[in-house]
Nanobody, 124 residues
Framework: QVQLVESGGGLVQAGDSLRLSCAAS????????MGWFRQAPGKEREFVAA????????KYADSVNGRFTISRDNAKNTMYLQMNRLKPEDTAVYYC?????????????????WGQGTQVTVSS
């Protein structure tokens, strides 16, 4: 069983930065791709960013490209999402997830383990 725990969310102002962390339990972290998703009130969960098992490649949603950076530290079983120049429309619950493969995945169905989420609120 894999457990994922997000942290680092909070209330910030537009233009501020936050760094989210996703800590994974067990030894089944380094061999899998990982991703971040978010869900705003009344909206469907959407893809934010994904990274390969090695951290060598990443993919971003157009809405966050150039502002967010995904990274991982396999030695620490932890993934990160650095969020800069935050906007009110970034307000959502952010979830980390483990992909079913080692590579880039972007669809909800491509991920089999999910964290409980961390709230990010950006005020204008």
């Amino acid at each position: 069983q894999v457990q994922l725990v997000e942290s680092g969310g909070g209330l910030v102002q537009a233009g501020d930065s936050l760094r989210l962390s996703c800590a994974a339990s067990g030894r089944t972290f380094s061999g899998y791709g990982m991703g971040w998703f978010r869900q705003a009130p009344g909206k469907e969960r959407e893809f934010v960013a994904a990274i390969t098992w090695s951290g060598g490649r990443a993919k971003y949603a157009d809405s966050v490209n150039g502002r967010f950076t995904i990274s991982r530290d396999n030695a620490k079983n932890t993934m990160y999402l650095q969020m800069n120049r935050l906007k009110p429309e970034d307000t959502a619950v952010y979830y980390c997830a483990r992909a079913k493969t080692s590579w880039i995945s972007v669809s909800l169905s491509d991920f089999d383990y999910w964290g409980q989420g961390t709230q990010v609120t950006v005020s204008s």
